[in-house]
Each structure stands twice: as structure tokens, then as C-alpha cells.
């Protein structure tokens, strides 16, 4: 399958990429490639195939309900690009 | 010294031939004149030493591991308390780590010395090293060539001995591949053997962290150390984690090898192809039984991934948005231009082409015909596993189709590049452990390696037969000439 | 045209755990902004979820509680969107396979019973919290709330009325209250509510195009919301218009609902299984033993009240409404030895009116069960008459006191002595010659005055059957 600029444009916007022009031709023409070649699993005969979601076949493991985990607010904002006020400060959001 | 295994270094420490801040100002020094292979992203030498004397008292004490004094490299995808974690990206340039994956701290309490983060590919997408925010990394043997990837840092740092032994993690072949390229032993072992907790994740259903080294003995001892149930990972496995070392030295007399058809086709190339008609040799000689199998579904193994790993990594890597860690864009707008510019600026080409591909097929309308296909194609690969198993107790084949390629020949072409991993890419599909062991040089001097695929928690046996092998063959033990 | 509307209801109660659903913070309500946001909180590259034991404990005990299947395999989701009170870039949640399907709700209109489906319930973890206030021009985020257990109630599109869908709401808010899952406060946004509301012909089998009405976070919002949106799409509708499909608020101020323009840009949330979470697997050993520590649910409790306290249905309902209720009064009548029907009446009556008026939760109430079972015995043993006991009860409410001290101190203990009330009935008719003459004459009626009078003598203490009694006698 062959993809568009616009296709290219949509999925970038959906995975919040600006790209350039230029940016845009060349992963118009990569993916599609990409896509080429993924496609060629139609080879494969999948009917009545149960998806294989993980590896190893094993149930969820549960943990104990506490509340143990320390207050590290000051080690975890140190390393953060802009707080105020014990908050992650982010461009306007608006409702 | 900087030839020594860990068996030997270990005795040296503890006969006291060597203290280990003798040993590892010694790595140190060789990181330093090596600097050109553009190894590591991150050298903890003020911190190393200090490790190092810790050690050197806790040896005194008597309150000593195998490890305790050793140096090692990380790759710079597990996250190390207090130092740079980088994952190869500008995205992550200035992250600090707040906390040690659950490697680096089994490693840190073996007594361990961390001597810095190794380079990689940009989140560990590539083969190459390539895509690395920190530029390529050079093949010790050949600088035009490429080390392989994504854990390539580490493994040019053991084949150039920069440090005795290495972590790296392995999605789609990133420690067997490079493993392969630069001439030494790397082992995934099977999915939910080594804790995923702290490791910066690509593909969470694939990644798996494993030992990078010169021999399957010194694999072995880190595997040790390595393996074993974390709580904090979900997928980690309760199984019991046997000494991988009890076993190395078992005789392979009789042991079934079986050869999928498939991974001897076209595309092969001669010179890799000669290099395993001799492993088969040495292993026939050995004892083994060598058995052929058929792993039909395999040969589409390369656009399976392509399609499960992408969209794992689209989903994971939407954490780095600015807010909380890492690059966020110097000037933006409203919040949608600060996401967008921030993720624009802050991932490279491969990385963006990944992320796309991944949204691309999990969206609407398209999940069905790429990402449940891929699932479903992914069960058939395992089941072929399954099946051959029946037949013989280890899979053996090359690793990769050819020896290092050279720098910048692949860059321009994603699709070629991929396929370099055709041969390491269904044991991460199926979950099983894989090893890579050096086994001779191709035509234009560049290493070869073979592969070892296993059952489920069946690592002792690959590193069994490597070991045998290793006993029998000088492979693992040489070394680029200029780092001789 | 008649208009039929159509609703269904989406909840998102917030389960009463220690710690979240994948981490090991804690979820208390109002700690300092990110004190509760651990490493994997705040999606720490490299940290993973470990799934809380208790939270699917919890939704179990829901799902039977609302006679549902428990899947035995249900999978986490990723559910991917971009938004800064969203660290992972992705919502874990379930999608396809959800640990609770096919339950109902009971709820009664107009004395009837109707039943509501519940399509499904499932756990997720909630998001962060954003800040308006202006931090130079910027928002804040709080991540303390970020991966919160939720439970994610959806109903089948069975409510007909905004009344049926207030009556399903507070239905399923008494139930996680009973079932002691959520604390169900609504100011908090423990229980939180979003409308699908759509309109057809009466007698139209087809459903029209439906509105997403959020942020109806009361039961009279939830109320007035819906009206005003059935409203303008009726509006719509006969104006020639077509309804949008489309996400609208409430707006409680102005008391209307409006379109949340440019939150709808297409979303495409590209959901998948969580690579980091297997199956959850619910063996039915564990359901069973779940099932063995389920309390009385309100149903059961209010059939019982009919059946063993003779109450009628609606005083049951009442009284069942909430489960501190039920027990506040189940306790009253322990403690009063007393007529069930009486407590129903002090406790239904009495007690509600003074909640309401002062404002005051049953857990807050000055007067506990011990004290109304104190006023309601003494009523009983005809220590005092019932008009006395609400000057106890007030006197009680401000903290005179348990009804025995008041009615001590106050001296209002009733007059049963009969010669002592002969004396001033005797007293009363001879003041009244005029009125004893009338009633002599036919006017029966004045019954009411003479009793007036004695009650008056006595500060209304005497006891008012004796008092009639005597009266009747002497007159007759």
C-alpha cells in the first residue's frame, strides 16, 4: 500500500510530529516501503488464528494493597523542564 | 589483565594481584585511548573509582560475589540513579535518572563497578548504531564498518576490551547482531528471565536485557546475576533460575541440533554460510546429532515485527512530551505546538519513521489488517518453534546474513536495513532465548557469528553448548589486532 | 409530536483503595499537588504497572452485586491520547474484555419496578488533575490523582426519563456505598456521571442521534441536565434541524448545556492489549469466596423491612436508601424496644427533616441511634406523649443531652397519675360551663377544646389517651 502526503500528515498529527516539507516526501516514500514489506504477511493463512498478544502464556500477577510509596516530589521535579508550585507547568490548557 | 574472563579478573581481585580500583582505573585508561570508537555515551570514572574502593573494602570484609570489584558497562537504556540515561536520544540528553533499574541494582549489590553507559541506537531502534543522537559508534576491527546495534557501544566496548563485560537489550537482535558484528558471545535469554523494570522500553512484548561478553562462561555469570523475579514487573517470570555455570562444561554427546532450512536460503551470504558449516563440524565432533528442521513462517518474521514492535514503541515512547522529564522545545506556541515541536526536535529520522509506523497500524481501520494480522502471524511463528523442538533440543544458525556492513551504506534505506535482523527476529517473536557466539571471519576480515535459539528457559543448554564449543575453538578469544 | 428520549449512563465511581491501581502511592483526597504521584505515576521512562489486588476485588463484588458475569480472562488496554494530565500518553483500561458484562439495576418509578441493563463495567486508572488558576499564563498539573482505580459503569441506553436516570444513579451510588467499594462523594469526583441522550418518535424503534452530555456531577445536575438537553433536541428537531453527535457540558451556572467545539477533532485512541499486563484471570473459587462476604444488598434489606419490621414498601425504600441509613435505623429500633413502625416514622420523618434543614449528614448527626432508640422507648413506656418527645428531640439535636437527662432536667415526664388528671379535668369543665352546656347540646367538637385546655394545664404533659378517656366519661 501506497501512502499520501496527506496520510503521512494525518499520522503525524496523530503522534504529534511536526514535520517539514522535505520531512514529509521522505516518510511519504519510507513508509510506504515499510508498508510493502509489512503486507507481505498476507502470505500467511491467519483464519481461525488466536492473536498472540504476549510471549509467554501466564495470567496477571497481583500486589497487596498498601500505600507505601515515599513523597519524592523534590527528586522528581529537580529533573523536570518547568514547575511551579509543586505542579508541571504546561502551556494553557484549555476546556 | 584486559584480556582475562571474569573467572580470572575474580581470582586476581581476590588473591589481591590486582586491587579493583587498580583495575578499573586500567578500563579507564583504555576507554580513554579508545575514545574514537565513540563507545560510550557516558564515562563514570570520578564515581567508578569510588565503586571500585567499596569494593576493594567489602573484599577486605570477606563479603565478597563473583562481581564484587569487577568493572562492567550498562548500556545506556537501563536507568542508573544519579548518572546520565540517555537511550541514545536528544530526548533524553539531559535525563538524569531518580532510580536503578532492577539490573543495575542486582549488579550494583554483586559489588559491581559501573564504568559508564554505553552507545546505542536512538531508543534502541537500528542495527547500526546509526541513529544514535550521540553519533555511530566504530566496529573495533574495521572503523568503516559498523558495530551493529542497537546495543553496539557495548559491543564494540568488549570485543576492543574497553570493559570486561557489558549489558544489552535485545528487541529484535540488538545484543545477538552486534554480538555477531564485532565478535563476541551475547545471549537473550528467554522473555521474563531478566527484570524489564528500569529498562527504557521499545517493544515491551520483545525486550528483553541480556549479557554481552567475550565467552559463554563470563554470559553465564552475569546471567546469574542478571536473572530472576522481579515484583515490580508484571511480566517477569517465577520461574526457578538455575547456576548457569553448573552446566557449562556437560558433555553434548547426543544432543540434537536441529538446522531450520530456512535460515540457509538466498540472501545468505558464502563467507557467513562457510563459518557455520564449520561450527556444524566442531559440534558433530563434539558428539552432537545435527538434525534439519522447519521453521516455515519465519521467513515472515521481519514484517511481523515491523508492525508489533513500531506500534508497542508509537505507544511507548508518547511519554516524552516535555511536561516532565527530559527535552521540551525552546519555543512553542499553545500546548499542541509544544508537544508537537518537543517530539519533532527531540527523536531523530528513525525513531519519528517507527513512531509513525506504529500509529499508523494501530488507528482506525487499519488494526485488523496489520496489527491483529501481525498477532496472529506471530502464533504461528511460536507454534513452528514449538514443533521443531519436538525434533531437537537447540536450533542452530547464522546470526545475521553477512558480516559488518559499512557505515552509511544502509542509512538512506530503512527496508535493507531491517532485514538485517531476519535470522535473530523470530526468537524475540516467540519469547525464546537466542545466543550469538563468535565462530570465525568472513571474507573481508569482519567477524562472524552463529546463533543458538533454545526452548523456553532453556538458556544452560545454549550456554552449555557455546561453552563446549569456546573449549574447543579460539574464536571468543581474539581480538581486534590494534587492540591487542 | 410526542418525543420519546432515550439515555444511557456512563459512571466512573473511584474505588475506596489504599493505593492505586498500578502503583504504590497513595490516592488520599487533597494531599499536596504531586506528593501521591510515585516514579510510575508520573511515568518515569522504564517503570511498569503491577495491578492492585483490591480494586479487582472490588469490581467483582460489583458485578455480583448487579448479577453480572465475571469474566474468568479479561485484558488491560492501552487507550492512547495525548494530554498533559495523561503522563503515559495512554490510559490503561479495558476494551474488549472487561472484567464485569450483562449485569442490571432494579429501580423503582412511580411504585413500579423497571429494570436497567448495565452493559458492562470495567477498571481503568484515572488521569491527573489540571489547574486553571493562572500560573503566568500556564496551567499546573497535579498527578496525585493519575492512575486512580476507577470502575467504569456503563448502562444500556434503558432510561426513558431524567427522573429513571436520577433513580438508576442513586440506585448504583447506594450499591458501591453498601458494597463499601467507593466513598461515593460526589464533590470530590468519587462518582462521576456522563449522559448519552438521544431523542425519537414515540412509538419510533430507531434511536436518534445521541449527545454526550459530561460534568453532571450531582444528582440535580444530572437532573437538570438532561432536561435542558432533551429540550433544546426537541428544539432542534421541530425547528427542522438535525442533531449533531457530539460531546456537550453542563454548565450549572447558567443551568444549560453547550457544545465542547474542537475537543472532537477525530480521536483515534488506537487501543491494544497492554504488552505489560497478561490477562487477569478471576478464578470462580475466588468469585464464591467474594460472593460469601457481599453484605445485605438494598433490595434484599428492603424486602426484609417489609417482611420483618411490617413497614410498607415505600417507608422500607426509604429507610434502605443508603446503607447508614438502614442501620442508623435497624440500631434505633434495637435500642428502643419499640413499635418498628414508630422508629420508622422518628427515623424517616423527624430525624430526615432535621438533616435536611440543618444540612447535616447521618454520620454527623448530633442525635445517634442510641439517643432517638433513648426518646423513642420513652415514648413507648408513656414516660412522655409524642408531642413532648419533639421538644426532646430538639433539645437532644442541640446537645442537651440524651432524652432521659432532658426529660429529667425539664421535667416533662408525662402525667399518668389519673385522679391527678381527674383533678384538672374536674378543674377545666368547671371554668367551662358555657362549652360543657354546648357540647352537652350536640357539639361534639369541642372534645378538641376541653383536651386543649387540659393539655394546656399540664404543659401538654399529661397522657392524651387518659386524658380523653376521663373526659368522655365525665361528659358522657
Known amino acids: 500500500m501506497s501512502l499520501s502526503r496527506q496520510d503521512v500528515e494525518k499520522i503525524a498529527e496523530l503522534a504529534r510530529l511536526k514535520l517539514t516539507d522535505d520531512e514529509i516526501a521522505d516518510y511519504t516514500q519510507t513508509l510506504s516501503r515499510i508498508l510493502s514489506l509489512v503486507e507481505q504477511m498476507n502470505a500467511a493463512d491467519t483464519n481461525d488464528v488466536e492473536p498472540m498478544a504476549h510471549p509467554q502464556d501466564t495470567r496477571l500477577r497481583f500486589r497487596d494493597d498498601a500505600a507505601t510509596a515515599p513523597d519524592r516530589r523534590d527528586a522528581l521535579q529537580a529533573i523536570a523542564p518547568k514547575t511551579e508550585a509543586g505542579l508541571y507547568l504546561v502551556p494553557k490548557v484549555v476546556e | ?484 | 409530536m410526542e418525543w420519546e428520549p432515550v439515555i444511557g449512563l456512563e459512571v466512573h465511581v473511584q474505588l475506596r483503595t489504599q493505593s492505586k491501581l498500578f502503583s504504590d502511592a497513595a490516592t488520599k483526597y487533597g494531599a499536596d499537588p504531586n506528593t501521591q504521584a510515585c516514579d510510575v505515576d508520573v511515568a518515569l521512562p522504564g517503570v511498569l504497572p503491577v495491578m492492585n489486588v483490591e480494586a479487582a476485588r472490588m469490581a467483582v463484588k460489583l458485578g455480583l452485586a448487579i448479577d453480572a458475569a465475571i469474566n474468568q480472562r479479561s485484558v488491560f488496554a492501552r487507550k492512547n491520547y495525548f494530554y498533559p494530565d495523561l503522563p503515559k500518553g495512554y490510559q490503561i483500561s479495558q476494551y474488549e474484555l472487561p472484567i464485569v458484562e450483562h449485569g442490571h439495576i432494579d429501580i423503582e418509578i412511580d411504585g413500579d419496578t423497571k429494570r436497567i441493563g448495565v452493559t458492562r463495567a470495567h477498571l481503568e486508572e484515572d488521569a491527573g488533575k489540571s489547574l486553571h488558576e493562572d500560573f503566568h499564563g500556564m496551567t499546573g498539573i497535579d498527578l496525585n490523582r493519575s492512575g486512580t482505580p476507577l470502575i467504569e459503569v456503563v448502562s444500556e441506553p434503558d432510561l426513558r426519563s431524567p427522573q429513571e436516570a436520577v433513580a438508576y444513579l442513586k440506585k448504583l451510588h447506594a450499591l458501591v456505598r453498601y458494597l463499601d467499594i467507593s466513598d461515593g462523594n460526589m464533590q470530590e469526583g468519587s462518582f462521576r456521571c456522563d449522559a448519552n441522550i438521544s431523542i425519537r418518535p414515540k412509538g419510533q424503534k430507531e434511536f436518534g442521534t445521541r449527545a454526550e452530555l459530561k460534568n453532571i456531577n450531582s444528582f440535580r445536575f444530572v437532573e437538570r441536565g438532561i432536561i435542558h438537553e432533551i429540550e433544546r433536541q426537541i428544539d432542534v428537531l421541530e425547528s427542522g434541524g438535525t442533531v449533531v453527535q457530539e460531546t456537550r457540558l453542563y454548565d450549572s451556572a447558567k443551568d444549560e448545556t453547550r457544545s465542547m467545539r474542537g475537543k472532537e477533532e477525530a480521536h483515534d485512541y488506537r487501543y491494544f492489549p497492554d504488552p505489560d499486563l497478561p490477562p487477569m484471570t478471576i478464578e470462580d473459587a475466588v468469585v464464591e469466596e467474594i460472593r460469601q462476604t457481599l453484605p445485605e444488598l438494598p433490595d434484599a434489606k428492603k424486602a426484609r423491612f417489609i417482611s420483618d419490621y411490617g413497614l410498607s414498601a415505600y417507608d422500607a425504600g426509604v429507610l434502605t436508601a443508603s446503607r447508614e441509613l438502614a442501620d442508623y435505623y435497624e440500631q434505633t429500633v434495637a435500642e428502643s424496644g419499640a413499635d418498628a413502625k414508630l422508629v420508622a416514622n422518628w427515623v424517616a420523618v423527624e430525624l430526615a427533616a432535621y438533616l435536611n434543614k440543618h444540612a447535616v449528614e447521618l454520620a454527623d448527626s448530633p442525635v445517634n441511634a442510641t439517643m432517638l432508640g433513648g426518646l423513642v422507648k420513652r415514648i413507648a413506656d408513656n414516660t412522655i406523649s409524642g408531642k413532648i418527645a419533639k421538644e426532646v428531640f430538639e433539645a437532644m439535636w442541640n446537645g442537651e443531652g440524651d432524652a432521659d437527662a432532658v426529660i429529667e432536667k425539664q421535667g416533662l415526664q408525662q402525667i399518668t397519675d389519673s385522679s391527678a388528671i381527674e383533678a384538672i379535668v374536674d378543674e377545666v369543665l368547671t371554668n367551662n360551663p358555657a362549652q360543657v352546656e354546648q357540647f352537652r347540646g350536640g357539639q361534639q367538637k369541642l372534645m378538641g377544646f376541653f383536651v386543649g385546655q387540659v393539655m394546656k394545664a399540664t404543659q401538654g404533659k399529661a397522657n392524651p389517651q387518659q386524658v380523653n378517656q376521663i373526659l368522655k366519661a365525665k361528659l358522657g
Not at chain 2, 387 to 399: K, Q, Y
Open chain 2, 1 to 484: 589483565m584486559h584480556t582475562m574472563s571474569v573467572a580470572e579478573l575474580s581470582k586476581a581481585l581476590q588473591e589481591k594481584q590486582i586491587s579493583s580500583v587498580e583495575l578499573t582505573q586500567l578500563y579507564l585508561d583504555r576507554i580513554t585511548q579508545q575514545e574514537e570508537l565513540n563507545a560510550f555515551i557516558t564515562v563514570n570514572a570520578e564515581d567508578a573509582i569510588a565503586q571500585a574502593q567499596a569494593a576493594d573494602t567489602r573484599r577486605s570484609k570477606g563479603d565478597t560475589t563473583l562481581f564484587t570489584g569487577i568493572p562492567i558497562a550498562h548500556k545506556d537504556i537501563f536507568c542508573t540513579k544519579g548518572m546520565l540515561t540517555t537511550c541514545g536520544s536528544k530526548m533524553l540528553a539531559n535525563f538524569v535518572s531518580p532510580y536503578d533499574a532492577t539490573v543495575i541494582e542486582r549488579f550494583n549489590d554483586s559489588g559491581a563497578v559501573t564504568l559508564g553507559k554505553t552507545n546505542m541506537d536512538e531508543f534502541a531502534m537500528g542495527s547500526s548504531n546509526e541513529t544514535s543522537y550521540f553519533n555511530p559508534v566504530l566496529n573495533p576491527w574495521d572503523r568503516k564498518a559498523v558495530p551493529g546495534g542497537s546495543s553496539g557501544g557495548s559491543a564494540a566496548a568488549v570485543a576492543a576490551r574497553l570493559a570486561p563485560v557489558a549489558t544489552g537489550t535485545d528487541t529484535g537482535g540488538s545484543i545477538r547482531q552486534p554480538a555477531a558484528f564485532c565478535g563476541i558471545t551475547g545471549i537473550k535469554p528467554s522473555y521474563g528471565r531478566v527484570s524489564r523494570y528500569g529498562m527504557i522500553a521499545f517493544a515491551s512484548s520483545l525486550d528483553q536485557g541480556g549479557p554481552m561478553t567475550r565467552s559463554a562462561e563470563d554470559a553465564a555469570m552475569m546471567l546469574n546475576v542478571m536473572c530472576g523475579f522481579d515484583p515490580k514487573d508484571s511480566t517477569s517470570l517465577n520461574e526457578a533460575v538455575p547456576d548457569f555455570t553448573a552446566t557449562l562444561a556437560d558433555p553434548i554427546d547426543g544432543m540434537r541440533i536441529g538446522l531450520p532450512k530456512e535460515y540457509f536460503g538466498a540472501g545468505l551470504n558464502a563467507d557467513v554460510a562457510r563459518v557455520v558449516d564449520a561450527v556444524i563440524e566442531e559440534l558433530k565432533g563434539l558428539g552432537a546429532k545435527l538434525v534439519e528442521v522447519e521453521l516455515p513462517n519465519s521467513t515472515l518474521a521481519v514484517p511481523c515485527y515491523y508492525v508489533l514492535a513500531p506500534a508497542e514503541a508509537s505507544s511507548n515512547l508518547s511519554r516524552f512530551d516535555g511536561v516532565r522529564y527530559g527535552y521540551r522545545a525552546q519555543d512553542y506556541g499553545d500546548l499542541a505546538d509544544m508537544y508537537m515541536k518537543t517530539r519533532a526536535e527531540g527523536f531523530g529520522t528513525e525513531v519519528k519513521r517507527r513512531i509513525m509506523t506504529g500509529t499508523y497500524a494501530l488507528s482506525a481501520g487499519y488494526y485488523d489488517a496489520y496489527y491483529l494480522k501481525a498477532q496472529k502471524l506471530r502464533r504461528l511463528i511460536a507454534d513452528d518453534f514449538t514443533r521443531a523442538f519436538e525434533s531437537c533440543d537447540a536450533i542452530l544458525g547464522p546470526t545475521t546474513p553477512t558480516t559488518a556492513f559499512d557505515l552509511g551504506s544502509k542509512t538512506d534505506d530503512p527496508v535493507a536495513m531491517y532485514l538485517n535482523d531476519i535470522y535473530t527476529i523470530p526468537a524475540n517473536l516467540a519469547g525464546l532465548p537466542g545466543m550469538s557466539i563468535p565462530a570465525g571471519l568472513g571474507d573481508d576480515g569482519r567477524p562472524v557469528g552463529v546463533q543458538l535459539v533454545g526452548r523456553y528457559f532453556d538458556e544452560a543448554r545454549l550456554l552449555n553448548i557455546g561453552h563446549r564449543f569456546q573449549q574447543v575453538t579460539d574464536w571468543h578469544n581474539q581480538i581486534p589486532l590494534d587492540q591487542a
